[in-house]
C-alpha cells in the first residue's frame, strides 16, 4: 500500500513564496505520474499540476502557469511544488496525488491527507 504524505505548508503574505514537498512511501515502484490538488475554501478541489514519472513532462493550470514549479526526485520518492508569487486566491488545501501506470490521466490511485497553504493580502 502505497502512503502519500504532504509537507511545507502554512501562511504567507501575498507575493511571497513556498515550496510544498510530497514524499511516497510503501510500493513506490508502483507509481506512475504525481500531482497537486487543491481545495479552495468552499470550492471544489481542482487540478494544480502533474509530472511524469520521468519528471520529464508538467502540466500546469491556467491559473498558476509561469508561477507554480513541480518537480520529482524518484531517489527520493518525492514531488515538489515551489510556489511563487503567492495569491490570495491560492489559499486552499493542496493534496499530493500519484498514479498507477496505466491509468486514465485524470485518475489517481493514492492521496494525502492535504496541507493548508494560506496567503494574506
Known amino acids: 500500500q502505497v502512503n502519500v504524505v504532504e509537507s511545507g505548508g502554512g501562511s504567507v503574505q501575498a507575493g511571497g513564496s513556498l515550496r510544498l514537498s510530497c514524499t511516497a512511501s510503501?510500493?513506490?515502484?508502483?507509481?506512475?505520474?504525481m500531482a497537486w490538488f487543491r481545495q479552495p475554501p468552499g470550492q471544489a478541489r481542482e487540478f494544480v499540476a502533474r509530472?511524469?514519472?520521468?519528471?520529464?513532462?508538467?502540466v500546469y493550470a491556467d491559473s498558476v502557469k509561469g508561477r507554480f514549479t513541480i518537480s520529482r526526485d524518484n531517489g527520493k520518492n518525492t514531488v515538489y511544488l515551489q510556489m511563487n508569487n503567492l495569491k490570495p486566491e491560492d489559499t486552499a488545501v493542496y493534496y499530493c496525488?500519484?498514479?498507477?501506470?496505466?491509468?486514465?490521466?485524470?485518475?489517481?490511485?493514492?492521496w494525502g491527507q492535504g496541507i493548508q497553504v494560506t496567503v494574506s493580502s
Open positions: 496525488a500519484a498514479a498507477r501506470p496505466f491509468t486514465p490521466t485524470e485518475q489517481y490511485r493514492y
Open positions: 510503501g510500493g513506490t515502484s508502483g507509481i506512475d505520474r
Open positions: 509530472v511524469s514519472r520521468s519528471g520529464g513532462i508538467t
